[in-house]
């Protein structure tokens, strides 16, 4: 298990972009895919992005797929995803996930408790 803190969210308008963040703590030197996932009111969660430990794998979710960008930095043991373009739909509470098995379909075993982002029309 990791510890996972998620920041970066808020209200922005259509147009705008956010950065959030994924900071975690545990082993220093632990593998972990990492990926973001989100929740909008009254849907299922839905898989939005996920990096590989190396950085050199990554998947998007169609629905993002060119505007959302996700990285991380092992060095600070943090992963970012760049939202640029949003929409309305956008809107959700965004949550970054850890999957020990460094598989970037999972399954994630450690989840941080979410942020919410807001995207006004």
């Known amino acids: 298990q990791v510890q996972l803190v998620e920041s970066g969210g808020g209200l922005v308008q259509a147009g705008g972009s956010l950065r959030l963040s994924c900071a975690a703590s545990?082993?220093?030197?632990?593998?972990?895919?990492m990926g973001w996932f989100r929740q909008a009111p009254g849907k299922e969660r839905e898989f939005v992005a996920a990096?590989?430990?190396?950085?050199?794998?990554?998947r998007y979710a169609e629905a993002v797929k060119g505007r959302f960008t996700i990285s991380r930095d092992n060095a600070k043991n943090s992963v970012d995803l760049q939202m640029n373009s949003l929409k309305p739909e956008d809107t959700a509470v965004y949550y970054c996930?850890?999957?020990?098995?460094?598989?970037?379909?999972?399954?994630?075993?450690?989840w941080g408790q979410g942020t919410q982002v807001t995207v006004s029309s």
């Open positions: 990096i590989s430990w190396s950085g050199g794998s990554n």
């Open positions: 545990g082993r220093t030197f632990s593998s972990y895919a």
């Open positions: 996930a850890a999957a020990s098995n460094n598989r970037l379909a999972g399954p994630y075993d450690s």
